[in-house]
């Protein structure tokens, strides 16, 4: 039996997974104060439920993932956390072996075993807090050097775009991803919404809410043909909360479409919709 952890920069998943199969699930709040002792505390508290069943963990977590540590790529996303001992935390409160990867990387391994070998090349994109992403090439997940393979949220599409917390300007995070969707919709609207709240305005037909969305998923769309022109991937998987939510997939299919023939990619939605970094990770952790 495999404890998974999910660590994104909103919500803390973890699943006793057995055989693929997620049996029981437990989810918290990610904590927002950047504190590195909160987030211990609350993965304490996560966790300790299912230690009598695990032999293992294995924790997908935002963030680069790098000799035992999460390094964060855009700290804003984590309350302003910049560096957490993840391995010697995770050990500490299982007493159990623990593995470490990225939150997108996982979720693109968990993916690409649903599309049963038929491609070798894929993205796995999340659209959630940030934008992450993972690459399987020629078969075989990349991780990179130093963890940074596959942080795609953090490539530029915009040179006048806004500032992202990575220290970039114009990156495809900073414009689509929630917290971009959200941040944009507060300023419009002159009250704070989340993204949640800027989908269901959409889905009513109001004009700024529609901008919002369809500047996210055009900018999601761009990556992916990027990415084509990169890495030459041949299907494009999109997961998180809003890359799952209603009528997204279809604005960057159109977006896509939009793109010459040489650049457009086969996108789908996630088989494992959010459990996708879960199952992915326990997965990896598996073979
Ligand atoms: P995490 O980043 O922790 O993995 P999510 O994938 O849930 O978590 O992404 C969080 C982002 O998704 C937040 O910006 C939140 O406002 C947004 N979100 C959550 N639920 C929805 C929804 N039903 N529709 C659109 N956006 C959502
Ligand atoms: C950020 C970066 C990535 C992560 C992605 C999605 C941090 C803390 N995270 O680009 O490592 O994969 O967000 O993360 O810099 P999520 O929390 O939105 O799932
Ligand atoms: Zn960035």
Known sequence: MIIAVDIGGTKLAASLVHNQQILESRRISTPKSGASGDLSH?????????LRQGKQVVVASTGIINQGRLT????????????????????GISGLPVKLLNDAQAAAWGEFYQLESTCQNMAFITVSTGVGAGLVINSSLQTGSSGLAGHAG???????????????????????????????????????????AVFERFHQG??????????????????????????????????????LADGYLD???????????????????????????ITGAALWASQ
């Not at 609350?42 to 299912?50: K, N, R, S, Y």
């Not at 790529?73 to 391995?87: A, M």
Request: hydrophobic share 40%; with cysteine.
């Open 42 to 50: 609350a993965l304490e508290q996560l966790i300790t439920p299912f």
């Open 72 to 91: 964060a790529v855009n700290p804003d996303n984590l309350g302003g956390l910049n560096d957490f001992p993840l391995q010697s935390v995770i050990e």
């Open 154 to 196: 953090h490539t530029t599409i915009d040179i006048q775009g806004p500032v992202c917390g990575c220290g970039r300007t114009g990156c495809v995070e900073a414009i689509a991803s929630g917290t971009a969707i959200g941040t944009l919709a507060s300023e419009r609207y002159g009250i704070s919404m989340d993204a949640k």
């Open 206 to 243: 109001e004009q700024d809410a529609r901008f919002i969305i369809h500047r996210s998923a055009s900018a999601i769309a761009q990556l992916i043909s990027n990415l084509k022109a990169l890495l030459d991937i041949e299907v494009a998987v999109l997961g998180g909360s809003v890359g």
């Open 251 to 277: 604005l960057v299919q159109y977006y896509i479409t939009q793109q010459p023939a040489l650049f457009q990619v086969d996108t789908r939605l996630a088989q494992l919709g959010h459990d996708a970094g």
